[in-house]
C-alpha cells in the first residue's frame, strides 16, 4: 500500500480516554493494522452501527470492503490512533482500475477458499445479492477517479477526527496529481454528509435505494459526491 503523509498531532480534549494528555494521532495505515480496520469496519457498517444486523459473516465483510486497500489498491490510507488504540480511519484508491484489480486478487486468492465454508457467508448472500441488484450511483469516474470510505468508532466521534483524517487525506491526493475524488454515502449519515459539505464536496448523483430496507425499515437516499481536486489549495 502506497502510505500517506503523517499528519502532526494537534491538543485535542480527549474526554473517553484514559488520559487527556494523549491527544489522537493521524498516521499512515501499515499492513499490520488490516484486523483492527475490519473490525472497525465492520462495528461502523450500517450507517455508523455494527454491520451484524445485514451481514452475519464478518472475515468475509472486512475481506470484502477492507481487503483491496491493503491488497495493492489503496493510497494514502490513514488510521486516527491513540494509546496505541485505533479509532478509526480513512481507506482510498486513487484510480478505479486499481481498485478493481486488487478486489478480484482479494476474491480469488483469499476470501472464496477461506470463508465460502462458513454457514455466516450464507447468511450474508441477501446482502450481497441485494448490493448487486441495486448498485449507487456514482459520479462520473473520468472526472473523479480516486474514492474514499471514512470510519469512526462511537466513541471517537464529534471530536475533529473526520476533519482531520480528511484533510490529510486530500492532501496527499491533492499532491499525488488525482483531479478528483468520488465517495457513496446516504443522507443516513448526517454527520458525514456535514463533513463533505465542510470539504465543499458536491452531490452529484442521488437516488432512492431499497438496497437496506429489509434491515433499515425504509429507503434509502443514495447520495454520489465529488469534489475537484488541484494541487495548489488556492485553485480548488
Ligand atoms: C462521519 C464521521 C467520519 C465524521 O467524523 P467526526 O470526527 O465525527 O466529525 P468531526 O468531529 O470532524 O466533525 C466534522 C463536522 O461534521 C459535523 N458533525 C459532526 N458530528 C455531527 C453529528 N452528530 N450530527 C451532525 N453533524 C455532525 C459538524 O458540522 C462538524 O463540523 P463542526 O465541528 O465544524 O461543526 C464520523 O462521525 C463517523 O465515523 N460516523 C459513522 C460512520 C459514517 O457515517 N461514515 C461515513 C460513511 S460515508
Not at 494537534?10 to 483492527?36: C, F, Y
Not at 492532501?171 to 483531479?179: F, Y
Amino acid at each position: 500500500m502506497v502510505q500517506g503523509t503523517p499528519e502532526a498531532s494537534a491538543p485535542l480534549l480527549w474526554p473517553t480516554l484514559r488520559r487527556v494528555s494523549d491527544p489522537p494521532l493521524i498516521r499512515p495505515i501499515q499492513p499490520s493494522d488490516e484486523g483492527v480496520v475490519g473490525q472497525i469496519a465492520y462495528q461502523t457498517g450500517f450507517f455508523g452501527h455494527s454491520a451484524a444486523r445485514y451481514f452475519a459473516n464478518e472475515r468475509l465483510f472486512a475481506r470484502l470492503w477492507v481487503g483491496p486497500y491493503f491488497g495493492g489498491g489503496g493510497f494514502a490510507c490513514l488510521v486516527a490512533e491513540s494509546r496505541g488504540e485505533v479509532l478509526g480511519y480513512i481507506l482510498g484508491s486513487p484510480d478505479p482500475a486499481l481498485y478493481g484489480r486488487a478486489l478480484r486478487r482479494v476474491l480469488l486468492r483469499r476470501t472464496l477458499a477461506q470463508v465460502l465454508p462458513l454457514r455466516q457467508t450464507w447468511a450474508s448472500l441477501p446482502y450481497l445479492l441485494r448490493a448487486g441488484r441495486y448498485p449507487s450511483p456514482h459520479p462520473d469516474w473520468k472526472q473523479f477517479p480516486a474514492h474514499l470510505h471514512i470510519n469512526l468508532l462511537p466513541a471517537a466521534r464529534g471530536l475533529g477526527l473526520g476533519k482531520r483524517l480528511l484533510a490529510a487525506h486530500l492532501e496527499a491526493l491533492a499532491g499525488a496529481g488525482v483531479g478528483g475524488v468520488q465517495l457513496s454515502t446516504t443522507t443516513e449519515n448526517r454527520a458525514a454528509l456535514e463533513l463533505y459539505r465542510q470539504f465543499d464536496f458536491v452531490p452529484l448523483a442521488r437516488g432512492s435505494t431499497p438496497l437496506w430496507t429489509p434491515w433499515l425499515g425504509h429507503p434509502a437516499e443514495h447520495v454520489g459526491l465529488g469534489l475537484r481536486l488541484s494541487r495548489r489549495p488556492e485553485d480548488r
